[in-house]
């Protein structure tokens, strides 16, 4: 164990030197050192989720390339969904090894690497190294646009960037008292939805918000919505008063208005504090029961109205899941989909795969072609520390 971490802290230690854009380089040749590895690659999924983008190391040719693949049924998809280290023997000899790649409950992608033989101890490492590259690349893509880059399998429009870039830069998250992930599919004329969270020492902030109107206006009042938000948020400030401040914000520039739903949940009680700015409710299932929440309804922000916002409690009890989304998740042809039904089915999956399968059946009840954004938060609370799991799930599936 000793020698590993060892191994671990030079490998962290030359990633640190190498150039930001060199993160998979940086892996690879520390694989081929120990473990005589041929191949080595990192593929992580396209911004909408719907294909993998392979960077490959320069271990065999000395390039980089971004070489899109179908994610849906393949056992790449597999093992994002599983979060399970998975083994294959190569045609020609050898075995073909691919491991998730993951932080704090965000899947990243998953590392692929090819070598003549790996028993149990070469797996359990080369795990370890899929970890430790999922924290090089968290850090090393905030100097480099090499991962933004090969995520755009599509032409990206200019609303499509700004709200991309509104959005945390991890869409799930594990902690001892929670996980919660969210997913958000883009109408083809944005419609302006968002989603946010923060976790503190005692406090988990959330927000879901659809600002109104389409394409670049709805994505700059988008904007502006988020960015009072988190400055009220910074400056310490509850729901109530973080309400306050938005709504402001959008009388002030006079830019249209938005709906949302703002959530401050005290990690040590499980106590949730609440304001519904003309938001859709939200779904709890509880001891298998699916139900809207019923909530007392403010008016949307950036509605001149001497009404003043209210703060409402909310309980969450441990094996609860709370589910905020958008009405894109029910307008027109999304409507044809049984949310409470499917949210139901899906309670035992992990929350990143409950948000993909909702918002999967909602973009193929309308064909492709979303008429607003859908976006879905699924929160599950715990409420008690619980041993957090390993990344790469329990053991290697073999074929």
């Not at 971004?66 to 393949?74: D, K, V």
């Not at 893509?141 to 991890?170: M, N």
């Not at 997913?183 to 989603?195: C, E, K, R």
Request: hydrophobic share 40%; glycine share 8%; net charge negative.
């Amino acid at each position: 164990m000793e020698s590993a971490d060892v191994e671990l802290g030079e490998l962290l230690t030359a990633a640190e030197a190498a150039p930001p854009g060199e993160s998979v380089d940086v892996v690879a040749r520390d694989l081929q050192k120990r473990f005589g590895a041929e191949r080595v690659s990192f593929l992580y999924a396209d911004l909408v989720g719907q294909q993998l983008v392979r960077l490959s190391a320069g271990v065999d040719d000395g390039t980089d390339r971004a070489e899109p693949l179908a994610l849906r049924g393949s056992v790449y998809d597999e093992v994002l969904r599983s979060q399970h280290q998975y083994v294959e023997p190569e045609d020609q000899g050898g075995q073909r090894v691919i491991t998730p790649v993951t932080n704090r409950g965000d899947c990243l992608g998953v590392l692929e690497v090819t070598l003549q033989h790996a028993d149990e101890a070469t797996l359990e490492q080369i795990a370890e190294a899929a970890h430790v590259l999922a924290y090089i690349v968290v850090t090393d893509r905030r100097f480099t646009d090499l991962y933004h880059l090969g995520r755009r399998t599509t032409r990206t429009s200019l609303a499509a960037e700004i709200q991309h870039q509104l959005l945390p830069s991890a869409s799930c998250c594990e902690a001892a008292q929670f996980t919660l992930a969210a997913g958000l599919v883009p109408a083809d004329d944005i419609g302006g939805d968002t989603y946010d969270y923060t976790l503190d020492r005692d406090t988990l902030h959330l927000s879901i918000t659809d600002a109104m109107g389409h394409d670049t206006d709805s994505a700059l009042l988008a904007t502006l919505l988020v960015g009072a938000l988190r400055r009220a948020r910074r400056s310490g400030c509850d729901a109530l008063r973080q309400a306050r401040e938005a709504h402001q914000a959008l009388l002030r520039h006079a830019r249209g208005l938005a709906t949302g739903q703002l959530l401050c949940v005290d990690l040590g009680t499980g106590a949730c504090e609440l304001v519904n700015a003309g938001h859709p409710w939200p779904l709890r299932v509880r001891d298998g029961v699916v139900e809207e929440v019923s909530l007392a309804v403010n008016l949307p922000f950036g509605v001149a109205a001497p009404t003043p916002y209210r703060v409402q409690e909310l309980e969450l009890r441990p094996g609860d899941r709370l589910v905020l989304l958008t009405d894109g998740m029910q307008d027109r042809g999304a409507a044809a989909v049984d949310l409470a039904s499917l949210v139901r089915d899906t309670r035992p999956l992990h929350p990143r795969e409950a948000v993909r399968a909702l918002t999967t059946a909602v973009l193929d009840a309308c064909h492709g072609q979303l008429g607003d954004d859908a976006t879905v938060l699924v929160l599950d609370w715990y409420g008690t520390r619980r041993e957090k799991p390993s990344a790469a799930g329990p053991g290697p599936a073999r074929r």
